[in-house]
């Protein structure tokens, strides 16, 4: 059972990678009526992943009555993702660093967002980051396609969300922490990110991918 926790958990560590919804809860931190707007895409955001986790839990039980192949399915899985991560570990290598600053419009936009619009975006975030949500549901599948007790697996899928959408959460803290000088902080931590992102995007995505890749052979052979 260790195992199963031990490892579930590992590769939801992988939503670290998630640099793109860590700038965006920074910038709507930081912007007008920032409290309410981050904490709204935050709540959406781990409110997405927890009803998909909490979705496939229960189709997973139902599933396990009928088949017994999961452990298959979650290798392959674990290999399809590995292998993206790779890919996109990769194609950051070979591409040229871009000369240009502007930030993309979508970040224009976000000073203009409502709380409830935030919200709505986080949650969607879930459903179109298909990256992120493979990540997710390898994870997932770790305990979902074991022979634990249901009540151990939703703990475990539970402590995934949470694990996978702590980046998200951490500049929440760090406002929380210290309102006073959260924007600054806030400020130099996104700085931070951005100057750093082309080195983030070629280990992150590389280590993860080694590791979600090996994990997939590892229950395949």
Do not use: H
């Not at 579930?8 to 793109?20: E, F, M, R």
């Amino acid at each position: 059972m260790e195992r199963v926790w031990i490892e579930s958990l590992v590769l939801a560590s992988g939503g670290i990678v998630s640099v793109g919804s860590i700038t965006i809860v920074i910038l709507l931190l930081i912007s007008d009526g920032g409290w309410r707007k981050g904490a709204a895409y935050a709540l959406g955001y781990t409110g997405g992943y927890t009803l998909i986790g909490l979705a496939a839990v229960l189709v997973g039980a139902d599933a396990s009555q009928s088949d017994s192949g999961g452990g298959g399915v979650s290798a392959i899985l674990s290999m399809a993702v590995g292998v993206l991560l790779l890919w996109m570990s990769v194609r950051n290598v070979r591409k040229a660093p871009s000369d240009n600053q502007d930030p993309p419009r979508i970040f224009a936009m976000l000073d203009e967002t409502t709380a409830r619009k935030a919200f709505g975006f986080g949650a969607l975030v879930t459903v179109i980051n298909f990256k992120n949500l493979a990540i997710f549901l390898s994870a997932v599948s770790v305990p979902v396609t074991s022979d634990l007790a249901l009540p151990t697996q939703l703990t475990i899928v539970l402590l995934d969300v949470l694990v996978f959408c702590a980046a998200v959460m951490v500049p929440i803290l760090i406002y929380l922490v210290f309102p006073t000088g959260a924007e600054q902080r806030l400020t130099r931590f996104k700085d931070g990110l951005e100057a750093r992102r082309r080195p983030i995007g070629i280990w992150l995505p590389a280590f993860f991918g080694l590791l979600f890749l090996l994990r997939g052979i590892r229950g395949w052979l």
